[in-house]
C-alpha cells in the first residue's frame, strides 16, 4: 500500500475550518474520513498482480556508453490502469529515469525504457520491479515487487584505443628497415649463402655443403610469430588509488582518480591490439596469489572483445601476489622464446625479492619489460614548498621516488628491461617501447 500527496493535501484541509473554530473532535473526524477515503481508494484499485511483466536489457556495452532496459506490461483485467513503475537498477548504472508512470488499457501493453551508462566496467545484476496501481482517486495505491532478475555486463572502456592509430602507422613505417637476417639461434631460416670468413662454425649446413661446391651456411630471420604475454598483476598493488593529472600530457588517457589495475587494463588492451596488427601471438595472464583470467590463441577482430570479456569483473584484490606461481603459469602459457610485459608496481629496493628472482628466472629465456604506473599525486607534490606541510609532503616524494629508482635499477640488474610512467600515460608508454624494440630486431 502506497498514499500519495493528495492524501497530505486531504489532510491539510481539513485544518481551515480548525483555524477558524478549533474542534478537537472535528480534527478527529477528519482524519478518519480521510483514512477511510483513502482505504476505500486502495480497494478500489486494480490489482497489479494481474499484470504479464517481462523484461530485457540490450548488452555488453563498454563502461563509456549507454544502453536500454525495457519493462513491458500487459494488462490482463477489465478495467484501466493507472501504474508507477519502479525498474530497479543500481545506482552505479546511472538509470534515467528509475521511474515511470503510464495509463494502460484493458488488454493492451506498454513499453517503459530507462536508459543505463555505467560508471565502472563489471556485471551488474537487477532483480526487482516495483509497481504502484493507483485508485479511481488517486490517493492510494496497491504496490507489488516483481522478480525479474536481468544482468548487464559493462565492459573496460579501452580509453586508449584513441592511441592505437599513430602507433600502429609507426609500426607500418617499419616494414622493410629492421634487420632481415640474423646471426645466431632462436630464429627463422631464411635462406642458404656460401661461407664467409667471420660466420659462426655452428651455422654451416654439412648436407647443403656435401650438394656444393663451397661451404654453404643458414641464415636467419627474426621471428615472424613472436610470443607476446602480457601479465596484469591484480594483488595488493594495483588496489592503490591513483589521482589524476592537473593537466594532460600529449599521448596522456584520462583515467580520473582510479586504481592501478584500470591503467593496467588500459595498458594491456593497447599492446594487445598493437602486437595482434604487427603479427605477434598474444597472451594474457591476470593474477595475484592465483591466476583469475587466462587468455590464449586469440588473434585478430576477436583479441580485444575476448580480453575483455576477460577483465571485465576482474577486481582489485588484497591477496599479495604469487610471482614464483607467476612465473609456472608463464612457462605454461609459451613454450618458446617469448616477449614478456609484466604490468606492476615496482617495489622498493630489497623490499620483494621473490619478485626480482621471478625476473631473474624469466630474463634467461625471454626478453622481459615491467610496465609500472606512478601516482601524478607524488609528481604534484614533489613540486610544493609554499608552507611547512607541503615542504614535508614534497619531501616524502622525493623519498618516495628515490625509493622507485633504486626499485628499478634492482629490477634491470636481473636483465629486464622497465617503463616508468603516469598512469594516463603508461599504455602509450609502453606501446612505444614494444615499437622500439621492434626497430632494433630485439623483438
Known sequence: M????????????????????????FAWAWFGVVVAVCLLDVLGAP????????????????????TEATVRLTNTT????????????PPSLRPAPSRHRIRLRPGHSERVSTTLSPTRRGTRHADMVTIRSWGPLHLGARQVSFEAPVSLSALPEFKARVLLPSRLARLHELEGTTPTTLRGAGTEFDSLRAYVIGDDPRDIDWRASARSTELMVRQWRPERDRHVLIVVDCGRASSALLGAPEHEEVDSIALGRAPRLDSSIETALLLAALADRAGDKVHVLALDSQVRARVSGVRGAKVIETLARAFMDISPRLDVTDWSQAVGAIEQTVHHSAFVVVITKIPPAGMDTDFTD???????????????ASDPDELRARQGRDN????????????????????????????????????????????????????SGRL
Not at 625476473?359 to 610496465?371: M, Q, W, Y
Open 388 to 439: 611547512a606541510e607541503e615542504v614535508f609532503l614534497a619531501a616524502s616524494a622525493a623519498l618516495a621516488e628515490r625509493s622507485d629508482d633504486a626499485g628499478a635499477s634492482d629490477v634491470r640488474m636481473t636483465g629486464a628491461l622497465t617503463v616508468r610512467a603516469s598512469a594516463g600515460l603508461l599504455p602509450a608508454r609502453t606501446a612505444d617501447r614494444y615499437i622500439e624494440l621492434k626497430k
Open 2 to 25: 502506497a498514499i500519495s500527496a493528495r492524501s497530505a493535501l486531504l489532510v491539510l484541509l481539513g485544518l481551515v475550518p480548525l483555524a477558524f473554530a478549533p474542534s478537537r473532535a
Open 358 to 372: 621471478a625476473l631473474a628466472r624469466l630474463c634467461e629465456r625471454h626478453t622481459v619489460l615491467v610496465a609500472s
Open 78 to 89: 477489465k478495467r484501466h490502469m493507472l501504474l508507477d513503475v519502479r525498474d530497479a537498477w
Open 47 to 66: 490489482s497489479p498482480r494481474s499484470l504479464r511483466l517481462s523484461r530485457e536489457v540490450s548488452g555488453p556495452i563498454r563502461a563509456d556508453q549507454s
